[in-house]
């Protein structure tokens, strides 16, 4: 079973800039993509970004232009740019991986807070 760690968040001025990272370990047949999501207080889940093991990328709208997801295959280990940050943008921010060995099966991080005051 794949497991994820993630790390980077904190509190940070609107305007300000954080990165975060996502370490993955113990996949067995590769993993397929990794992704962002984010949860505030009151709201769903939500798609952040998301990256394939190619480095096609997909973004939300209301973080396109602003964060950058990244990948290193070598490492296993994803990663979050975030600039420009607003306090819309303050949750709690979930790592996950996506295995397809026959179905797809997604893994989840523990999430990382991320606070941003103004």
């Known amino acids: 079973q794949v497991q994820l760690v993630e790390s980077g968040g904190g509190l940070v001025q609107a305007g300000g800039s954080l990165r975060l990272s996502c370490a993955a370990s113990?996949?067995?047949?590769?993993?397929?993509?990794m992704g962002w999501y984010r949860q505030a207080p009151g709201k769903e889940r939500e798609l952040v970004a998301i990256i394939t093991s190619g480095g096609v990328t997909n973004y939300a709208g209301s973080v396109k232009g602003r964060f950058i997801i990244s990948r290193s295959n070598a490492k296993n280990t994803a990663y979050l740019q975030m600039n420009s940050l607003k306090p819309e943008d303050t949750a709690i921010y979930y790592c996950c991986a996506y295995e397809t060995p026959v179905v797809v099966t997604t893994y989840w991080g523990q999430g990382t807070q991320v606070t941003v005051s103004s």
């Open positions: 113990g996949s067995r047949f590769g993993i397929d993509a």
